[in-house]
């Protein structure tokens, strides 16, 4: 019983604790208090507990305090990305322009005019605030924007297709991220798939053969997140579109990550802009505001202005609409496209995929000597050329040179470093391979740097 006795009181914990944290709740303290205190007295119980110096008030207080830490940590969290994926979809994609993060900031912190025109005095549309960027931008008619490719694409075949069929090659019946197939999708707008070719040839024959009176539209699905090799082949999208009209059928395309801008310079090729698409005949074509157009999340359809505007009534619109920090965000980055010059060093990332391999060797070299400073004897640093990748579902199989900066830790395994560095206070994801976690100057900003070398002694140590 003596030690039951000596169990501090909640009153004298939580008097510590507010002390500590005088931010947070009073209810919220005081149930940390108590739960630190029940559990100890489940120790005393079970004989975990012995002796009266592991039940001081200094334990209880420091114990609750690192329950409080950890509770008041936001579950959304900034975390560095070492791992060398620029859109990486597991850590939230693309990262935004400065311009963006500008924009986002000013429409949060009042009010704005997101339906109100302020020309009229009357109520407006959200769905003009970047409609003529995009259709400058891309050569389209109309456009219109929801809240992620998904969605645009189920918007389209639900108002163009809906108790119809759609025509799709077998070899684009692709599965995107969280097990999302487009067949699913399809089901789920009221259209019906009508399947054609196999999944390594497809020929215009083919979609003749399956043309019936049910028939609302041909699709197609550009395969960003894999690669057919070998021997295939596919009816090219103007041809396709030509036929199309022929039978009067609109030719639609889900592109996917939607570029903007050529990126074949810097080695990354059969990847068609979003221009490109338009100018090929598709009369619409949907594709992510997040990914390489380096956005915020949101699904952007352009095209013929006759579809377009039946989709912008149609009643689906209001579930799937965007609030006014996407749009904010997304008409700060597509202005920044009306040049490409600046988009390309504007766009963090654009500007992280077409980092040259010297830039990326002269980072690496630099983060090694911020690493060594920090970490002196603790671990080993070398370099290697390696490749980056796109991510996103975007261009698929093909890596961009860069210079990985390689740990090897003293006191612990590579393994073992990954995973400290996920709970320290900024956590950091790299990429392990044998005895090394490896870093890639190519998604880490100069700014974390510093930050970065800090995380490292905390979990080396």
């Not at 169990?7 to 630190?36: G, I, N, Q, Y």
């Not at 924007?145 to 799709?168: I, P, Q, R, T, Y």
Request: glycine share 8%.
């Amino acid at each position: 019983m003596s030690l039951y006795r000596a169990l501090p009181s909640v009153d004298a914990c939580l008097k510590a604790l507010k002390t500590l944290f005088p931010s947070v709740p009073h209810a919220v303290l005081t149930e940390h208090c108590r739960t630190v205190i029940d559990e100890m007295r489940a120790a005393i119980r079970e004989g975990r507990i012995t002796s009266e110096e592991q039940l001081s008030l200094s334990v209880a207080v420091s114990r609750a305090g690192e329950a409080v830490q950890a509770a008041e940590r936001p579950h959304l969290r900034r975390v560095i990305n070492g791992a060398g994926v620029v859109v990486h979809t597991n850590l939230g994609r693309s990262v935004l322009a400065k311009e963006a993060q500008e924009a986002v900031q000013l429409a949060a912190s009042g009010y704005c005019n997101l339906e109100f025109d302020l020309e009229t005095g009357e109520r407006g549309s959200r769905i003009s605030l970047v409609e003529d960027l995009l259709c400058s931008i891309t050569g389209a008619e109309a456009a219109l924007v929801v809240n992620n490719n998904a969605s645009a694409v189920l918007l389209m075949l639900d108002e163009l297709c809906k108790g119809g069929e759609v025509v799709l090659s077998r070899g684009q019946l692709v599965e995107i991220g969280g097990s999302f197939r487009i067949p699913d999708v399809m089901a789920r707008s009221g259209a019906f798939l009508r399947e054609v070719g196999t999944t390594n040839r497809t020929h215009l024959a083919d979609y003749e053969a399956a043309l019936n009176e049910q028939t609302r539209a041909i699709l197609w699905v550009h395969p960003s997140n894999f690669r057919i090799i070998g021997f295939h082949s596919s009816v090219p999208a103007r041809e396709l579109s030509e036929f199309a009209h022929s039978r009067g059928l609109p030719l639609l395309e889900d592109l996917g990550s939607g570029s903007l801008v050529d990126l074949s310079p810097w080695g990354l090729h059969d990847e068609p802009t979003v221009p490109d698409v338009v100018r090929s005949g598709v009369d619409i074509v949907t594709f992510s505001g997040d990914k390489v157009l380096g956005g915020p999340q949101a699904g952007i359809l352009v095209g013929r202005k006759e579809l377009i505007d039946r989709m912008k009534r149609n009643q689906l619109l209001r579930a799937l609409r965007c609030d006014k920090l996407t749009l904010a965000a997304l008409e700060a980055t597509l202005r920044l496209y009306r040049d490409r010059d600046t988009a390309l060093a504007s766009i963090p990332t654009l500007r992280r995929l077409t980092m040259s391999s010297d830039t990326l060797k002269t980072r690496a070299e630099a983060l090694r000597a911020v690493l060594a400073e920090a970490l002196g004897e603790a671990a080993a640093l070398s370099l290697k050329a390696d490749f980056s990748r796109v991510g996103g579902g975007s261009y698929p199989e093909q890596g961009i040179p860069t210079t990985l900066v390689c740990i090897e830790p003293r006191s612990c395994s590579a393994t073992a470093l990954k995973e400290r560095l996920l709970s320290v206070d900024v956590p950091v994801v790299g990429r392990l391979e044998g005895e090394h976690f490896m870093l890639d100057p190519r998604t880490i900003g100069d700014d974390e740097f510093p930050v970065l070398a800090k995380m490292l002694r905390q979990a080396v140590n």
